[in-house]
C-alpha cells in the first residue's frame, strides 16, 4: 500500500527512543523527510546513526525540552531551513513521574503540564498555519490508555493527557474544513524503558520485584504480551497517510485488548 508519504516533512518529538524512534524509522520506510528531537544528544546521535541506512539526505535531529518555549521554537525553525514547511506533527512525550496524589508536590504537576499538555500546544500553534495554507496536514498526538481507563498510580498522566485528548478533539473540528486532521493515538503496554521504570517504581512500593510487576501487568492484556514500540508507530503512520483522510478527531488505542470500555 502506498501510503502517500513520499517527500513530506516529519518533525517527531521524543524521538531518540522507544515509540518516537519507531515512528521515525517507519515515516523514513515511506521515504519521507523527518527530524527527531529530543533533549538528550547523546541519544539522539545514536539514534541518528541507527536510521540513516534509511536515508541519510531525508533525515535530521536537534535537541529539544519540550518544556521550553524558546527550543520549541528554535526546533521548527530548524526544521524549516532543512527541510520546509512541516506536514505532520506527531507530539510525543516521556511519561510524567508516577505516584498518587498525596505523594506529588506543586512542581511536579506544573513540570508535567508544560512537558504534557503545553508543549503540544506551543507546537501546534507553530504549524497550523503553514498547514491552512497548504490545505493539508496532519496532526497527531501520543496520549496513553490512561485517557480511556485511569492508572492508579499515574495521576498526572491521567490529568493532563486527558486534557490533551479534550484538546485535539477541539482541533479537529475546528480544521477539518482545512484538510487538517487530528487524532490521538494511546499506547498501552509497550516494551519502552518507561514501562521498565514503572513497573520498578511500583516495585518499591509493594516489595515485589520488577520481574513479577511486569509479568503481573501482561496478566491485565488480553493478548498476553505487550506491544512492541514499532505496532504502535503502525498506527501513527497509518493516521499521517493518506488513505486516513477521512479519520479525525479520534482516539485510538493501541493496547492488545486491555481498555474495557465501549468508546
Known amino acids: 500500500m502506498n501510503l502517500g508519504l513520499r517527500n513530506k516533512v516529519v518533525l517527531v518529538t521524543a524521538a531518540s527512543s522507544g515509540i518516537g524512534k519507531s515512528t521515525a524509522e517507519l515515516f523514513l520506510k515511506e521515504d519521507a523527510k523527518v527530524v527527531i528531537c529530543s533533549r538528550s544528544k547523546e541519544k539522539l546521535l545514536e539514534t541518528f546513526s541507527e536510521l540513516s541506512q534509511y536515508g541519510n539526505n531525508n533525515l535530521f535531529w536537534t535537541i529539544c525540552d519540550i518544556n521550553e518555549i ?30 498518587f496524589f498525596e505523594d506529588l508536590d506543586e512542581a511536579e504537576f506544573e513540570f508535567a503540564y508544560k512537558q504534557v499538555l503545553m508543549s503540544v500546544v506551543r507546537f501546534t500553534k507553530l504549524v497550523i498555519p503553514k498547514m491552512k495554507i497548504k490545505n493539508w ?39 477539518a474544513k482545512n484538510n487538517i486532521t487530528v487524532n490521538s493515538v494511546a499506547p498501552g503496554y ?11 517504581h511500583k516495585a518499591k512500593q509493594t516489595n515485589e520485584s520488577h520481574e513479577t510487576i511486569l509479568a503481573n501487568m501482561t496478566k491485565e492484556i488480553p493478548m498476553q504480551r505487550m506491544a512492541m514500540p514499532e505496532e504502535i508507530a503502525a498506527a501513527i503512520v497509518f493516521l499521517a497517510s493518506e488513505q486516513a483522510a477521512y479519520i479525525t478527531g479520534n482516539s485510538i488505542h ?10
Open 137 to 175: 496536514g496532519r496532526i497527531i498526538n501520543i496520549t496513553s490508555i490512561a485517557v480511556h481507563q485511569p492508572v492508579e498510580n499515574l495521576i498526572l498522566s491521567n490529568t493532563f493527557r486527558t486534557a490533551l485528548l479534550g484538546l485535539s478533539k477541539t482541533l479537529s473540528t475546528q480544521l
Open 70 to 99: 524558546s527550543d520549541i521554537n528554535n526546533t521548527v525553525n530548524l526544521v524549516k531551513e532543512k527541510f520546509g514547511d512541516i506536514d505532520i506533527l506527531v507530539n510525543n512525550c516521556g511519561g510524567p513521574t508516577a505516584g
Open 190 to 200: 509497550t516494551l519502552t524503558q518507561r514501562i521498565y521504570e514503572l513497573a520498578l
Open 254 to 263: 493501541v493496547d492488545g485488548g486491555r481498555v474495557k470500555s465501549l468508546f
